[in-house]
């Protein structure tokens, strides 16, 4: 050894002197015009030799020594040493060497892991930090993914880690992945897993050496034992499996379920059928209720995003998310967290959960109240005894608040059919108003700026020149082209959807065969609605003048994504989804989180825009209400033949036919009266009872013709 080096502790692992390979990075604190080298010992201990160049020579002693501010690293395949130091007296250094030979690889292995501080505790740690290759799935590795790590290699407690520079940027449960021998020493991970946002099916540990391989192979064999289902994991938290406290859990998905499992001991906590008809999911990606009659409801909240994309995107959850809304059991939380199923019998509605086994009769409920949110929703539900507050994403306290209606309105007798009928037709008016003309004012509230209802009656004025201009550029750029869309099909759709919709009600009676007074009526309904067309050619009329006022960069707009935004499981709309313009609000919304969009005006676009806008707000202040008083009193006459004659049918028929029927026109006159209470959709304020509200105040206020009575 050396004389520079003095007195070391430990076993010698590694000596620059010796591999004239070490190259100098980048230092601090050190001599400029001397030459620095480097001694690594097991227990554990660093020192630089500083040759101090014109001055004196200075050891500089890291002892011991510890990860992360001793890294000692070995890249490119396990090939080469990197060494990032920080030692006393504020110096640093970072030195690399070239590839080493087999017999410095074979040495460093000497380090058993000991910088690491737990190193003791493990059951498993690489030597030092080696080299791994990460294995990306198919299109998710794109430039910004790391093609190689440094990191220690650990296994403890049940779970394979990546630990670099005092951070776990990646671990597996160990009973979650598998391993096979690779080349000399390395291994080949499968498993998928998080890296920065990153999915990946596994990755290559460069073990250093063959005696290391052996030794991580038997340490993760006797871990794991047994078959062995791989899937990608992340770390979550769940609640209701016993206990109040919210439990860590690893959730991992495969193709064929979703399983929890503690992290610790790898027992399964429960396991989530994917193919499952009866399994039933409600929430969002960051935090979802799933159910099953085997594990009951659990609440799952899960820290990673885009884990949560990827549960959002498997076809087998998105499923289970489609049949919740419409099937009667509906997984939600109580106000206190805890995570319930709603079912619905004729004797009642049941909430189960853990710990909670309550039945509450219909004609006990003396109010039920739904206070609509923007990401998360409360129905208050009560009675003499009971004060429920049940929270769920928005669409699903709306069926849920549909199903107490529709459940409570069932209770009714055959008799009550004909008014239940009736009172439909009246709140029919509420439907028509908002399902053909509320995406117009929902357009009128994001040009504002995302006013309440009291604001709809405020014009919109031309802002400044600059990012606010910008922004109600495109939003009405946008909103107009979906507004077109809309307006297509009311006329083309709507017609024959209230015609599918009555022929539901009488279908237990007719045995699914459609009457024929239903067909004849198809084509008064479509004379009926053909009024909504001025407004169409309104919206193209300003669609066109505006693209002459203003050069926006289409490409530059924000763009509509009907698959939802918010990553809403089951998000589809309760009713008729043709009719909901997510479109508006999303394009108000891309700029409301800081997406500044540039609109080029020119001076002589001025007259131009005011033009535009002056048009604008006749159409919604003027023009919608007149044209909203006269389909609804087009539609009303023949709705209310429909109505008349669906009692008829209902009558008429034998009494085993009548319980269908009657439960077909309780929901039919919930779904009505429950989804004027709530918004169209997310990111929109406005219920939809509110802009029928104003649409039917503003027509009376528009100046219409006095005609002399006679």
Same mark, same amino acid.
């Given at each position: 050894?050396?004389?520079?080096?003095?007195?070391?502790?430990?076993?010698?692992? %590694?000596?620059?002197?010796?591999?004239?390979?070490?190259?100098?990075?980048?230092?601090?604190? %050190?001599?400029?015009?001397?030459?620095?080298?480097?001694?690594?010992?097991?227990? #554990?201990?660093?020192?630089?030799?500083?040759?101090?160049?014109?001055?004196?020579?200075?050891?500089? $002693? !890291?002892?011991?020594?510890?990860?992360?501010?001793?890294?000692?690293?070995?890249?490119?395949?396990?090939?080469?040493?990197?060494?990032?130091?920080? +030692?006393?007296?504020?110096?640093?250094?970072?030195?690399?060497?070239?590839?080493?030979?087999?017999?410095? +690889?074979?040495? +460093?292995?000497?380090?058993?892991?000991?910088?690491? #501080?737990?190193?003791?505790?493990?059951?498993?740690?690489?030597? &030092?930090?080696?080299?791994?290759?990460?294995?990306?799935?198919?299109?998710?590795?794109?430039?910004?993914?790391?093609?190689?790590?440094?990191?220690?290699?650990?296994? $403890?407690?049940?779970?394979?880690?990546?630990?670099?520079?005092?951070?776990? =940027?990646?671990?597996?449960?160990?009973?979650?992945?598998?391993?096979?021998?690779?080349?000399?020493?390395?291994?080949?991970?499968?498993?998928?897993?998080?890296?920065?946002?990153?999915?990946? $099916?596994?990755?290559?540990?460069?073990?250093?050496?063959?005696?290391?391989?052996?030794?991580?192979?038997?340490?993760?064999?006797?871990?794991?034992?047994?078959?062995?289902?791989?899937? $990608?994991?992340?770390?979550?938290?769940?609640?209701?499996?016993?206990?109040?406290?919210?439990?860590?859990?690893? &959730?991992?998905?495969?193709?064929?379920?979703?399983?929890?499992?503690? =992290?610790?001991?790898?027992?399964?906590?429960?396991?989530?059928?994917?193919?499952?008809?009866?399994?039933?999911?409600?929430?969002?990606?960051?935090?979802?209720?799933?159910?099953?009659?085997?594990?009951?409801?659990?609440?799952?909240?899960?820290?990673?995003?885009?884990?949560?994309?990827? !549960?959002?995107?498997?076809?087998?959850?998105?499923?289970?998310?489609?049949?919740?809304?419409?099937?009667?059991?509906?997984?939600?939380?109580?106000?206190?967290?805890?995570?319930?199923? &709603?079912?619905?019998?004729?004797?009642?509605?049941?909430?189960?959960?853990?710990?909670?086994?309550?039945?509450? =009769?219909?004609?006990?409920?003396?109010?039920?109240?739904?206070?609509?949110?923007?990401?998360?929703?409360?129905?208050?539900?009560?009675?003499?005894?009971?004060?429920?507050?049940?929270?769920?994403?928005?669409?699903?306290?709306?069926?849920?608040?549909?199903?107490?209606?529709?459940?409570?309105?069932? &209770?009714?007798?055959?008799?009550?059919? =004909?008014?239940?009928?009736?009172?439909?037709?009246?709140?029919?008016?509420?439907?028509?108003?908002?399902?053909? %003309?509320?995406?117009?004012?929902?357009?009128?509230?994001?040009?504002?700026?995302?006013?309440?209802?009291?604001?709809?009656?405020?014009?919109?004025?031309? #802002?400044?020149?600059?990012?606010?201009?910008?922004?109600?550029?495109?939003?009405?750029?946008?909103?107009?082209?979906?507004?077109?869309?809309?307006?297509?099909?009311?006329?083309?759709?709507?017609?024959?959807?209230?015609?599918?919709?009555?022929?539901?009600?009488?279908?237990?009676?007719?045995?699914?065969?459609?009457?024929?007074?239903?067909?004849?009526?198809?084509?008064?309904?479509?004379?009926?609605?053909?009024?909504?067309?001025?407004?169409?050619?309104?919206?193209?009329? +300003?669609?066109?003048?505006?693209?002459?006022?203003?050069?926006?960069?289409?490409?530059?707009?924000?763009?509509?994504?009907?698959?939802?935004?918010?990553?809403?499981?089951?998000?589809?709309?309760?009713?008729?989804?043709?009719?909901?313009?997510?479109?508006?609000?999303?394009?108000?919304?891309?700029?409301?989180?800081?997406?500044?969009?540039?609109?080029?005006?020119?001076?002589?676009?001025?007259?131009?825009?005011?033009?535009?806008?002056?048009?604008?707000?006749? !159409?919604?202040?003027?023009?919608?209400?007149?044209?909203?008083?006269?389909?609804?009193?087009?539609?009303?006459?023949?709705?209310?033949?429909?109505?008349?004659?669906?009692?008829?049918?209902?009558?008429?028929?034998?009494?085993?036919?009548?319980?269908?029927?009657?439960?077909?026109?309780?929901?039919?006159?919930?779904?009505?009266?429950?989804?004027?209470?709530?918004?169209?959709?997310?990111?929109?304020?406005?219920?939809?009872?509110?802009?029928?509200?104003?649409?039917?105040?503003?027509?009376?206020?528009?100046?219409? #013709?006095?005609?002399?009575? %006679?």
């Amino acid at each position: 050894m050396p004389v520079a080096w003095g007195s070391v502790r430990g076993r010698v692992v %590694f000596d620059s002197t010796h591999h004239h390979l070490l190259v100098e990075r980048q230092s601090s604190g %050190f001599s400029w015009t001397g030459t620095r080298s480097l001694l690594l010992t097991d227990h #554990p201990a660093v020192y630089v030799h500083d040759t101090g160049g014109l001055g004196n020579p200075v050891v500089t $002693t !890291l002892d011991p020594a510890a990860d992360p501010d001793a890294t000692i690293e070995l890249v490119d395949g396990s090939t080469r040493l990197l060494a990032d130091l920080r +030692l006393p007296d504020g110096r640093s250094i970072e030195l690399t060497t070239g590839e080493l030979p087999p017999q410095a +690889l074979a040495a +460093l292995t000497g380090l058993r892991g000991r910088l690491m #501080p737990d190193a003791a505790a493990t059951d498993f740690v690489s030597p &030092c930090a080696i080299s791994i290759t990460p294995r990306y799935e198919a299109g998710t590795g794109d430039d910004d993914a790391p093609a190689e790590l440094a990191a220690y290699v650990v296994i $403890t407690g049940g779970r394979l880690q990546l630990r670099s520079r005092g951070r776990i =940027p990646l671990e597996w449960p160990v009973n979650r992945v598998t391993a096979t021998p690779v080349g000399p020493s390395a291994v080949e991970l499968r498993g998928g897993a998080l890296l920065g946002g990153h999915f990946l $099916t596994g990755a290559t540990l460069h073990l250093v050496t063959p005696q290391v391989r052996t030794a991580f192979l038997t340490v993760i064999g006797a871990a794991g034992p047994g078959t062995r289902t791989v899937g $990608t994991s992340a770390p979550v938290s769940l609640r209701g499996l016993g206990g109040t406290d919210a439990v860590r859990a690893d &959730c991992v998905l495969s193709e064929a379920a979703l399983e929890f499992q503690a =992290p610790d001991d790898q027992r399964v906590l429960a396991r989530f059928d994917l193919g499952d008809r009866q399994l039933r999911i409600a929430g969002t990606a960051e935090r979802f209720v799933v159910f099953s009659p085997a594990y009951g409801a659990v609440t799952v909240e899960c820290a990673s995003e885009v884990f949560g994309r990827r !549960l959002h995107s498997n076809a087998g959850l998105r499923a289970a998310a489609e049949r919740t809304l419409g099937s009667g059991v509906l997984p939600a939380e109580l106000a206190d967290g805890r995570p319930v199923a &709603c079912a619905f019998a004729p004797d009642g509605m049941r909430v189960k959960g853990d710990g909670v086994n309550v039945r509450i =009769p219909y004609e006990r409920i003396t109010a039920v109240e739904g206070r609509p949110g923007p990401s998360r929703a409360e129905l208050r539900l009560t009675t003499e005894r009971t004060d429920l507050r049940v929270v769920a994403q928005p669409e699903l306290v709306q069926a849920l608040h549909t199903e107490v209606r529709a459940w409570s309105n069932a &209770c009714a007798g055959a008799a009550q059919v =004909p008014a239940m009928l009736r009172a439909a037709v009246g709140l029919e008016e509420d439907y028509l108003l908002y399902t053909v %003309f509320g995406p117009f004012y929902e357009l009128h509230a994001a040009l504002l700026g995302d006013i309440g209802a009291d604001g709809l009656s405020r014009p919109v004025e031309l #802002p400044e020149a600059g990012d606010e201009r910008a922004r109600v550029a495109a939003v009405l750029q946008v909103g107009l082209h979906e507004l077109q869309a809309h307006l297509d099909q009311v006329a083309t759709v709507l017609p024959a959807f209230l015609r599918h919709r009555d022929a539901l009600l009488v279908a237990a009676i007719t045995g699914g065969v459609e009457p024929d007074w239903l067909k004849a009526g198809e084509p008064r309904l479509r004379a009926a609605l053909a009024p909504a067309q001025r407004a169409a050619a309104e919206t193209g009329a +300003l669609a066109a003048q505006l693209s002459r006022v203003m050069d926006l960069d289409p490409d530059a707009l924000p763009k509509v994504g009907y698959a939802g935004a918010a990553l809403s499981l089951g998000a589809a709309a309760l009713l008729n989804p043709v009719f909901a313009v997510s479109g508006i609000s999303q394009a108000y919304s891309s700029h409301a989180q800081g997406e500044q969009r540039k609109a080029q005006v020119t001076a002589q676009s001025e007259r131009g825009w005011a033009v535009v806008l002056d048009r604008w707000n006749a !159409l919604v202040g003027a023009t919608l209400p007149v044209l909203a008083y006269v389909v609804t009193e087009n539609v009303f006459a023949p709705r209310w033949e429909s109505a008349r004659r669906i009692g008829q049918e209902i009558a008429a028929a034998p009494p085993p036919a009548r319980l269908p029927a009657l439960r077909a026109v309780a929901r039919r006159l919930a779904v009505l009266d429950v989804m004027r209470r709530y918004p169209g959709g997310a990111g929109v304020r406005l219920r939809r009872g509110e802009i029928a509200d104003h649409l039917r105040a503003a027509r009376e206020s528009v100046r219409t #013709p006095r005609f002399l009575d %006679f």
